[in-house]
C-alpha cells in the first residue's frame, strides 16, 4: 500500500505540479449559429465531468441575434463555466484567395485571435495557460490535467504550442487531400495501444512533412502579448504562403509553430474517424477530448439501426453527443422560463427526434446545417454554391424521401 503524506497524498502526488487557481481556462470561438449546438454541449461536458476552470467564447460582431442570446441566457445559469467575449473577424491581408477545401473554412483564419487571450477584459488576473477547443468537440472524463500534464502546458516552454497531429491516411480516398495523404505516412500509424496514449510520434527535424501537420482543433499555450505580435507580423508578411492553406488555421499554427510544438497522445484530439481508421490505438474508455470532424452529430440523430455519420460509421460516437444533449434539455426544460428559452433558441439548430411531436422545434431548423451535416462533402473544394443543389434532407434531415 502506498504511503500516505501528512497532506492526504502519496509522495508521488506530491510532486505534481500544483495548478495556480485561475490561471488557466479554456476557450472556443463561434461565428455561425449552425455551431451554437456544439459549443453548449461543450461547455456541458466540461462541466459535467468537474473541469476547474472557465471556457471563454469567443464570438464574432454578426453572430445570429438568437444564437447570441441563447449563449447569454446559458452563461447566466449559475451551474455554467461560460465567459463570453466578443471579437472582430481576422482576415488575410489584401485581396488574397487562398484555396480553401471548404468555403466555410474561411472563418477559422479568426480562431488565431485565442492568441490574444494575453489580455482578457474582466477576467482580473493574467492567464498562464489556454486550451483552445473547436466548437465540434464534446469531453468524456475531466481535461484539466492538460494544463499540469508536463508533455503539455507544465513544461511547455514559453512560444511553444502542445497539439495532436492530423490523420493524414486519407482512407476514404478524398480527392482534394495532398498525395502524401496515405496511411503509411501517418503520425498515429506507427503508435498502438497503451503506448500511443503517453508516447506519440513527435514532429522531429528532418521527419516526413506528414509529421509536422497538426490538427488545429485542439491546443495548448502560454499567452502573451509578444507571442501575438509575433504571429500577427508573421501573418501580415506572409500573404504568398497563406494563400496556399486548405485548412487556414491549423496550416498556419503548424508553419509558425515548426520545431517548436509537440505531439500530445491521441485521447485529447479524438477524431471520431480514429476509432475505425486507427483501431490499433483507439480505446473508448480512453478517450478524454472527442472531436467531431467532417459532419456534426446535432444535423441528424441517430437511426434506430444505429447508423450515423456521412459514411455511416460513426453511430457510436455520435450517440455519445446525443446522450449529453439530452441530459442537458432535461436539465434546461426544468429550469424555469429562462431555460426554456435557452432550448427553445438552441432546437433551431439541432435535428429534431425521430418520433418528434408537432411545433418540437417552433423557431424551423437552421439552413446553415446543410454545410456541416450529411452532404458536407459535397462543400469540399467550394463545389457546393447554393443550397438547392443540397437534397431536402441534407438541410432538414427530418425530410423524407
Given at each position: 500500500?502506498a504511503?500516505i503524506?501528512?497532506?492526504?497524498k502519496?509522495?508521488?502526488?506530491e510532486?505534481?505540479?500544483?495548478?495556480e487557481p485561475?490561471?488557466f481556462?479554456?476557450?472556443?470561438?463561434?461565428?455561425r449559429a449552425?455551431?451554437?449546438?456544439?459549443?453548449?454541449?461543450?461547455?456541458r461536458?466540461?462541466?459535467q465531468?468537474?473541469?476547474?476552470?472557465p471556457?471563454?467564447?469567443?464570438?464574432?460582431?454578426d453572430?445570429?441575434?438568437?444564437?447570441?442570446?441563447a449563449?447569454?441566457?446559458?452563461?447566466?445559469?449559475?451551474?455554467?463555466?461560460?465567459?463570453?467575449?466578443?471579437?472582430?473577424?481576422?482576415?488575410?491581408?489584401?485581396?488574397?484567395?487562398p484555396?480553401?477545401i471548404?468555403e466555410?473554412?474561411e472563418?477559422t483564419?479568426?480562431?488565431?485571435?485565442?492568441?490574444?487571450?494575453?489580455?482578457?477584459?474582466?477576467?482580473?488576473?493574467?492567464?498562464?495557460?489556454?486550451?483552445?477547443?473547436?466548437?465540434?468537440?464534446a469531453?468524456?472524463q475531466?481535461?484539466?490535467?492538460?494544463?499540469?500534464?508536463?508533455?503539455?502546458?507544465?513544461?511547455?516552454?514559453p512560444g511553444?504550442?502542445?497539439?495532436?497531429?492530423?490523420?493524414v491516411?486519407?482512407?476514404?480516398?478524398?480527392?482534394?487531400a495532398?498525395?502524401d495523404?496515405r496511411?503509411?505516412?501517418?503520425a498515429?500509424t506507427?503508435v498502438?495501444h497503451p503506448?500511443?496514449?503517453?508516447?506519440?510520434?513527435?514532429?522531429?527535424?528532418?521527419?516526413p512533412a506528414?509529421?509536422?501537420?497538426?490538427?488545429g482543433?485542439?491546443f495548448?499555450?502560454?499567452?502573451?502579448?509578444?507571442?501575438?505580435?509575433?504571429m500577427?507580423?508573421?501573418?501580415s508578411?506572409?500573404?504568398?504562403?497563406l494563400?496556399?492553406?486548405?485548412?487556414?488555421?491549423?496550416?498556419?499554427?503548424?508553419?509558425?509553430f515548426?520545431?517548436?510544438?509537440?505531439?500530445?497522445?491521441?485521447?485529447?484530439?479524438a477524431?471520431?474517424?480514429?476509432?475505425?481508421?486507427?483501431e490499433?490505438?483507439?480505446?473508448?474508455?480512453?478517450v478524454?477530448?472527442?472531436?467531431?470532424?467532417?459532419?456534426?452529430?446535432?444535423?441528424?440523430?441517430?437511426?434506430?439501426?444505429g447508423?450515423?455519420?456521412?459514411?455511416?460509421r460513426?453511430?457510436?460516437t455520435h450517440?455519445?453527443?446525443?446522450?449529453?444533449?439530452?441530459?442537458?434539455e432535461?436539465?434546461?426544460s426544468?429550469?424555469?422560463?429562462?431555460?426554456?428559452?435557452?432550448?427553445?433558441?438552441?432546437?433551431?439548430?439541432?435535428?429534431?427526434?425521430?418520433d418528434?411531436?408537432?411545433?418540437?422545434?417552433?423557431?424551423?431548423?437552421?439552413?446553415?446545417?446543410?454545410?456541416?451535416?450529411?452532404?458536407?462533402?459535397?462543400f469540399?473544394?467550394?463545389?457546393?454554391?447554393d443550397?438547392?443543389d443540397?437534397?431536402?434532407k441534407?438541410?432538414?434531415?427530418?425530410?423524407r424521401?
Amino acid at each position: 500500500m502506498a504511503s500516505i503524506t501528512p497532506s492526504g497524498k502519496t509522495p508521488e502526488q506530491e510532486q505534481e505540479p500544483n495548478p495556480e487557481p485561475g490561471r488557466f481556462a479554456y476557450a472556443t470561438l463561434i461565428t455561425r449559429a449552425s455551431y451554437l449546438a456544439g459549443v453548449i454541449i461543450l461547455a456541458r461536458t466540461l462541466r459535467q465531468h468537474n473541469s476547474q476552470y472557465p471556457l471563454i467564447v469567443l464570438y464574432t460582431p454578426d453572430l445570429a441575434p438568437h444564437a447570441l442570446r441563447a449563449l447569454q441566457l446559458e452563461a447566466s445559469r449559475s451551474n455554467t463555466n461560460i465567459i463570453l467575449q466578443p471579437c472582430a473577424y481576422l482576415l488575410p491581408p489584401g485581396d488574397l484567395k487562398p484555396q480553401l477545401i471548404a468555403e466555410r473554412f474561411e472563418d477559422t483564419w479568426t480562431k488565431l485571435r485565442v492568441f490574444e487571450l494575453h489580455d482578457v477584459p474582466g477576467l482580473g488576473h493574467k492567464l498562464n495557460a489556454v486550451c483552445y477547443l473547436d466548437a465540434d468537440m464534446a469531453i468524456f472524463q475531466n481535461l484539466d490535467i492538460i494544463f499540469t500534464q508536463p508533455a503539455a502546458a507544465a513544461e511547455l516552454p514559453p512560444g511553444g504550442l502542445a497539439a495532436n497531429h492530423s490523420c493524414v491516411c486519407n482512407r476514404d480516398g478524398d480527392p482534394w487531400a495532398p498525395s502524401d495523404w496515405r496511411r503509411e505516412n501517418c503520425a498515429y500509424t506507427p503508435v498502438s495501444h497503451p503506448e500511443a496514449l503517453i508516447t506519440p510520434t513527435q514532429p522531429l527535424p528532418g521527419g516526413p512533412a506528414t509529421h509536422h501537420q497538426l490538427n488545429g482543433g485542439m491546443f495548448v499555450f502560454h499567452p502573451s502579448a509578444q507571442l501575438w505580435e509575433d504571429m500577427m507580423a508573421f501573418f501580415s508578411s506572409s500573404a504568398p504562403l497563406l494563400a496556399t492553406f486548405k485548412f487556414p488555421d491549423q496550416d498556419f499554427l503548424a508553419r509558425f509553430f515548426r520545431e517548436r510544438w509537440r505531439a500530445l497522445g491521441w485521447r485529447f484530439n479524438a477524431l471520431k474517424t480514429m476509432r475505425y481508421w486507427h483501431e490499433n490505438l483507439w480505446r473508448d474508455d480512453e478517450v478524454v477530448c472527442l472531436h467531431y470532424i467532417v459532419d456534426k452529430p446535432w444535423t441528424r440523430r441517430v437511426g434506430a439501426d444505429g447508423v450515423a455519420g456521412y459514411k455511416g460509421r460513426d453511430g457510436v460516437t455520435h450517440r455519445w453527443w446525443w446522450e449529453a444533449y439530452e441530459v442537458w434539455e432535461r436539465e434546461r426544460s426544468a429550469d424555469g422560463e429562462g431555460g426554456r428559452e435557452i432550448v427553445r433558441l438552441v432546437r433551431m439548430g439541432v435535428a429534431a427526434p425521430l418520433d418528434a411531436p408537432d411545433g418540437w422545434g417552433e423557431g424551423g431548423l437552421d439552413p446553415g446545417l446543410a454545410a456541416i451535416g450529411g452532404a458536407v462533402q459535397a462543400f469540399a473544394n467550394n463545389s457546393v454554391t447554393d443550397e438547392t443543389d443540397i437534397p431536402a434532407k441534407a438541410i432538414n434531415p427530418q425530410a423524407r424521401t
